[in-house]
């Protein structure tokens, strides 16, 4: 699915002549998405490797302090006031589903869910997981951005290619 959007979105902004390194930046912020996303606009848009890579980590960083501080409130709000309030039941039944997995292995297990970029997984779910588990932020933070930077490391290797990187 990531892959679909990922061309859609290329598509988009290569149709609207939008520079590759602000087009993998914007779609590295969309959840879902992030640096994956990111990583492979940036690629099939001709953007430089280097760059593309500490773009995309910066656009999936930039919203994870704001999910980590706020996401609690803002879906009590939304449960009140009965907004989504099946699925955001739903997500937290998810996060109290894997509470175990990620609180056995304390903040190695809710790194290892970050880094592994599979459908679901990432600083977005990480944060959200972090949150709803009330893992304190000034804990939480450092292991999102290594995990997104895991993530990204292994995108950017994927997307271009260990031989691009060597020869």
Avoid at 19 to 28: D, H, P, R, V, Y
Avoid at 128 to 150: E, H, R, S
Wanted: with cysteine; proline share 4%.
């Amino acid at each position: 699915m990531t892959q679909q959007i990922a061309e859609w979105f290329t598509a988009l902004f290569s149709e609207h002549h939008v520079n590759a390194e602000l087009a993998a930046f914007i779609t590295s912020l969309f959840p879902i998405l992030e640096c994956r996303g990111g990583m492979i606009v940036a690629a099939a848009l001709g953007a430089n490797l280097v760059k593309s890579f500490f773009i995309c980590y910066l656009g999936n960083m930039i919203p994870i302090p704001f999910i980590l501080l706020f996401i609690r409130r803002i879906l009590e709000f939304m449960k009140k006031h009965n907004i989504l309030k099946g699925f955001i039941e739903k997500m937290e039944g998810r996060a109290d589903k894997n509470r175990d997995k990620i609180m056995r292995y304390k903040q190695w297990g809710l790194l290892i869910f970050i880094a592994i970029p599979l459908p679901g997984t990432g600083g977005w779910t990480g944060s959200l997981f972090a949150a709803l588990l009330d893992i304190d932020f000034k804990k939480a933070l450092p292991i999102v951005a290594l995990g997104v930077f895991i993530a990204d490391i292994i995108m950017f290797l994927l997307t271009y290619g260990v031989t691009s990187i060597i020869g």
